[in-house]
């Protein structure tokens, strides 16, 4: 097996056995009965809620039954992304898992090392004999990375615990207690195809970036392949549009885009003019940008040239990345946006970009700022209800405990900060009155793209701190 070589094979059987079913969002059926069946045959209690989130309950350990519950929290569904040469099937395929010594990673696909890791430590810590703890409860959500939906709906009566740690975090040595708020913002425009005036069909593509999670990438400042694909597009001139696509996720950096089109001009030296410019200016930060041009068979029908000049140029204006820094916490993103899909269908397109911020009305503002833009080249506009900003409490008395338990272990001072990402916390305390709340995690990195990797070491030392930490905390 992959971890024979790793020490702590209790919590990475429990992540292979996780990997092995397909569990993309709205697709979690599968990985509930999972996790139910794993509590029965391992002695826990365990509920599911209408919603689909699963609950497993652990009895205290000798010594501990005066201490107050604990809840730990994280998410079972994945963001799936693959290669476009991966023939990998998520309604089926287990994801096929590669140790190269140093980290853990997928073939050709995203990990989902988040949020499953969550749920390794957490299963790994209450069925480890070795453990010592208070009442454990186990909060598993659905649907996370595609509106939070097991965190909006779940049952509050499944949770006593007043005490919350989310194991969703992508950075050991940091405790989260904050993050951004976020919302989608939906614009279509509809047209009628007309006869194609022109001679020649060509796809054009970007491709070769790295993509990744629009939270907590989106201050590396890494390349968007619909922004590149439409400043390509506007330097063509004269032609004609027939498709234009790009994006998987709303949470997802999007790492390609194509267009097909017409033309009767020469493209080929603009073509590779863009691809020299834009390349100098990811040099540094997304280094493996290709635009591609190949010549296919002709459409016959193309989108008519008023309207195709709206959508390049909508595409070419709406601001995409980050917007502004945070004034209050150094370093960390305040508010952006990711235009994260863009589709054509017959007679319509649809363009999708994700808003976050850690300020509320700065969410809102921006949001506005895009509504006029889109809605200024004739696109209609429907908002999403969104999801809440997490605010920082720094004396929260569970950060004080586990950053003095955290000091006591490694002899180091943890960094207590907020994340520009959504993270379920926020929600969870606003439903639940009085849940002081804090979020950890190992080292993950590339989350929600194909190259997402996770650190074997750090994974280690985080699950292991989880334990000393639940151990101290009388």
Same mark, same amino acid.
């Given at each position: 097996?992959?971890?024979?070589?790793?020490?702590?094979?209790?919590?990475?059987?429990?992540?292979?056995?996780?990997?092995?079913?397909?569990?993309?969002?709205?697709?979690?059926?599968?990985?509930?009965?999972?996790?139910?069946?794993?509590?029965?045959?391992?002695?826990?209690?365990?509920?599911?809620?209408?919603?689909?989130?699963?609950?497993?309950?652990?009895?205290?350990?000798?010594?501990? =039954?005066?201490?107050?519950?604990?809840?730990?929290?994280?998410?079972?569904?994945?963001?799936?992304?693959?290669?476009?040469?991966?023939?990998?099937?998520?309604?089926?395929?287990?994801?096929?898992?590669?140790?190269?010594?140093?980290?853990?990673?997928?073939?050709?696909?995203?990990?989902?090392?988040?949020?499953?890791?969550?749920?390794?430590?957490?299963?790994?810590?209450?069925?480890?004999?070795?453990?010592?703890?208070?009442?454990?409860?186990?909060?598993?959500?659905?649907?996370?990375?595609?509106?939070?939906?097991?965190?909006?709906?779940?049952?509050?009566?499944?949770?006593?615990?007043?005490?919350?740690?989310?194991?969703?975090?992508?950075? =050991?040595?940091?405790?989260?207690?904050?993050?951004?708020?976020?919302?989608?913002?939906?614009?279509?425009?509809?047209?009628?195809?007309?006869?194609?005036?022109?001679?020649?069909?060509?796809?054009?593509?970007?491709?070769?970036?790295?993509?990744?999670?629009?939270?907590?990438?989106?201050?590396?400042?890494?390349?968007?392949?619909?922004?590149?694909?439409?400043?390509?597009?506007?330097? &063509?001139?004269?032609?004609?549009?027939?498709?234009?696509?790009?994006?998987?996720?709303?949470?997802?950096?999007?790492?390609?885009?194509?267009?097909?089109?017409?033309?009767?001009?020469?493209?080929?030296?603009?073509?590779?003019?863009?691809?020299?410019?834009?390349?100098?200016?990811?040099?540094?930060?997304?280094?493996?940008?290709?635009?591609? &041009?190949?010549?296919?068979?002709?459409?016959?029908?193309?989108?008519?040239?008023?309207?195709?000049?709206?959508?390049?140029?909508?595409?070419?204006?709406?601001?995409?990345?980050?917007?502004?820094?945070?004034?209050?916490?150094?370093?960390?993103?305040?508010?952006?946006?990711?235009?994260?899909?863009?589709?054509?269908?017959?007679?319509?397109?649809?363009?999708?970009?994700?808003?976050?911020?850690?300020?509320?009305?700065?969410?809102?503002?921006?949001?506005?700022? &895009?509504?006029?833009?889109?809605?200024?080249?004739?696109?209609?506009?429907?908002?999403?209800?969104?999801?809440? =900003?997490?605010?920082?409490?720094?004396?929260?008395?569970?950060?004080?405990?586990?950053?003095?338990?955290?000091?006591?272990?490694?002899?180091?001072?943890?960094?207590?900060?907020?994340?520009?990402?959504? &993270?379920?916390?926020?929600?969870?305390?606003?439903?639940?009155?009085?849940?002081?709340?804090?979020?950890?995690?190992?080292?993950?990195?590339?989350?929600?793209?194909?190259?997402?990797?996770?650190?074997?070491?750090?994974?280690?030392?985080?699950?292991?701190?989880?334990? =000393?930490?639940?151990?101290?905390?009388?």
């Amino acid at each position: 097996m992959w971890y024979d070589s790793l020490k702590d094979k209790r919590m990475w059987k429990i992540f292979e056995e996780i990997s092995r079913i397909p569990r993309e969002s709205g697709n979690e059926k599968a990985i509930g009965d999972f996790l139910l069946s794993w509590a029965e045959e391992n002695g826990f209690r365990a509920e599911r809620d209408e919603t689909g989130n699963v609950f497993i309950y652990a009895k205290a350990t000798e010594g501990y =039954e005066n201490v107050a519950p604990l809840a730990l929290q994280g998410h079972m569904d994945m963001v799936c992304v693959k290669t476009p040469e991966s023939t990998h099937d998520f309604t089926k395929d287990p994801i096929e898992i590669v140790y190269d010594g140093k980290t853990v990673r997928a073939k050709d696909t995203s990990l989902g090392a988040d949020n499953g890791i969550a749920i390794a430590m957490a299963l790994s810590l209450i069925s480890d004999p070795k453990s010592q703890h208070g009442p454990i409860e186990i909060m598993i959500t659905v649907s996370e990375e595609t509106g939070l939906t097991g965190a909006f709906n779940f049952d509050t009566s499944k949770i006593s615990a007043k005490r919350l740690i989310n194991l969703d975090s992508e950075e =050991e040595g940091i405790i989260y207690i904050g993050c951004a708020g976020g919302v989608d913002l939906e614009s279509g425009i509809t047209f009628k195809r007309e006869a194609n005036p022109y001679r020649k069909g060509y796809r054009i593509e970007v491709k070769g970036l790295l993509g990744g999670h629009s939270g907590g990438d989106i201050g590396k400042e890494r390349g968007n392949a619909i922004k590149i694909l439409a400043r390509t597009l506007k330097s &063509l001139g004269k032609f004609g549009l027939s498709e234009i696509s790009g994006g998987t996720k709303r949470n997802v950096i999007p790492s390609s885009a194509y267009a097909v089109i017409s033309t009767d001009s020469r493209i080929e030296k603009k073509i590779e003019k863009a691809e020299k410019e834009i390349q100098g200016e990811l040099r540094n930060c997304d280094p493996g940008l290709i635009i591609t &041009l190949e010549m296919v068979e002709n459409p016959k029908t193309i989108i008519p040239s008023k309207k195709r000049k709206k959508i390049v140029d909508a595409l070419f204006t709406a601001p995409s990345g980050v917007k502004t820094m945070s004034s209050t916490i150094k370093g960390i993103v305040e508010t952006s946006n990711n235009l994260a899909i863009v589709e054509t269908k017959e007679n319509s397109l649809v363009v999708v970009n994700s808003i976050r911020s850690n300020i509320g009305s700065a969410k809102e503002n921006h949001k506005e700022v &895009l509504k006029a833009i889109y809605s200024s080249f004739g696109f209609k506009n429907e908002e999403s209800d969104g999801y809440p =900003e997490w605010q920082p409490n720094p004396d929260s008395p569970l950060l004080k405990e586990v950053e003095k338990i955290y000091k006591d272990i490694t002899g180091k001072k943890p960094k207590v900060t907020a994340i520009h990402a959504g &993270l379920e916390c926020g929600i969870i305390n606003k439903r639940l009155n009085g849940m002081d709340s804090l979020s950890i995690g190992p080292d993950l990195f590339d989350v929600h793209s194909v190259n997402e990797h996770i650190i074997a070491d750090s994974a280690e030392r985080v699950n292991n701190l989880l334990k =000393e930490m639940v151990r101290r905390m009388k």
